[in-house]
């Protein structure tokens, strides 16, 4: 229980290759261009969203949300298989009080960097290399969440 | 080669970005997230704790995803360069012009975001700072925009909207509360 990994945590029986692991680098490519040339990577865009004056942002958010959740619905409701013939594992996520303080945490952060974790590395790829600077700092940050977490409230 | 070129349509970036949670659970069993790869670059580069020792080989299909995403930001950036300058909405380059923002031409207000930026009181917080406070909270919350606001509330979890709001609330409170004190700076 002490290390689950809560977010995006491979549920995959099948053992998977090192060369298995090359389409995620293709998904990532696709990823990585949807983010930057829908520049929900820029400063300025996430100062929109948040000074409320471009509808941008949440249509991006909105409409992905929507999309995903008709696409779960989908596989849950037909039992869609994965490609290696295995059910998919829908995770739950712990509901405690670090939905809320790591919640306000990761805001001021998200304002501050005008990036969340996936345009951090898009920037970089896109040239703005001082984004390394705040990668390192991110990386750094979950460090130090890690060592600190048994004297955090949950 | 122009309209891949301009900027991407909000709906179109909706639609592909909400399709990558489907085809990542069908393509490998794994749920869209993004922010676990620092706590696996974590585990990997830095002295073992008890939150870090578990086995991040298993987990490095998340590595490679976000290897593809810089790639993805090469080709963007290269390929797909768009050469004119972003649209900024009038009002907030208005308001951003007002703090003292002077670089309005690019992804990124260049003045702050470069390395020259970095090395003054308020590009070190927007950067450095925000940086600590995005790879802290993250993990803290349990999960980032991908994790939770995208792949956990279109899995109906109550933690994901509790997160996201959160995110938000504090996204709000510090571009209008604190933002204006360390331009100050």
């Known amino acids: 229980m002490e290390n689950t990994i809560e977010e995006g945590k491979n549920n995959q029986s099948t053992t998977e290759t090192a060369a298995a692991n090359f389409k995620y680098i293709l ?75 790591g919640g306000l945490l990761f805001g001021f952060g998200w304002a501050l960097t005008g990036a969340c974790p996936g345009p951090m ?13 705040a990668l390192a700092s991110a990386i750094l940050g979950t460090y130090t969440y890690g060592i600190l977490k048994d004297k955090l409230p949950h | 080669m122009d309209f891949i070129r301009q900027p991407w349509h909000w709906s179109v970036a909706g639609v592909l970005i909400g399709l990558t949670v489907p085809l990542l659970y069908l393509i490998g069993n794994k749920p869209f997230g993004i922010s676990s790869s620092f706590r696996h670059i974590c585990a990997a580069c830095l002295p073992q704790t008890k939150f870090f020792d578990y086995d991040w080989k298993k987990e490095s299909w998340n590595l490679f995803f976000v290897f593809g995403i810089f790639l993805g930001g090469i080709v963007s950036a290269t390929l797909l360069a768009d050469p004119n300058p972003i649209k900024i909405n009038p009002v907030t380059q208005q308001q951003l012009a007002d703090l003292g923002v002077t670089q309005f031409s690019q ?30 909270g993250t993990r803290y919350a349990g999960g980032c925009t991908s994790g939770h606001s995208i792949t956990g509330i279109s899995n109906f979890q109550l933690s994901s909207l509790i997160a996201t709001i959160c995110f938000m609330a504090g996204g709000f409170f510090v ?6 004190l360390i331009f100050k700076l």
């Open chain 1, 27 to 101: 998904v990532g490519i696709f990823f990585g261009i949807v983010f930057v040339k829908s520049e929900v990577v820029s400063w300025f865009r996430i100062q929109e969203m948040f000074r409320l004056s471009s509808f941008h942002m949440y249509g991006v958010i909105g409409t992905a949300v929507v999309v995903a959740t008709i696409s779960t619905l989908i596989i849950k409701k037909f039992k869609i298989k994965t490609l290696q013939g295995e059910d998919v594992v829908f995770s739950e996520r712990p509901l405690n009080k670090g939905n809320v303080i």
């Open chain 2, 107 to 136: 992804l990124e207000p260049t003045d702050i975001f470069s390395f020259k930026g970095l090395l003054t009181a308020k590009g070190f917080i927007l950067i450095v700072v925000g940086g600590f406070l995005v790879g802290f």
């Open chain 2, 175 to 180: 571009t209008w509360l604190v933002l204006p």
């Open chain 1, 121 to 133: 590395y898009g920037l970089i790829g896109s040239g703005f290399f001082v984004f390394t600077a």
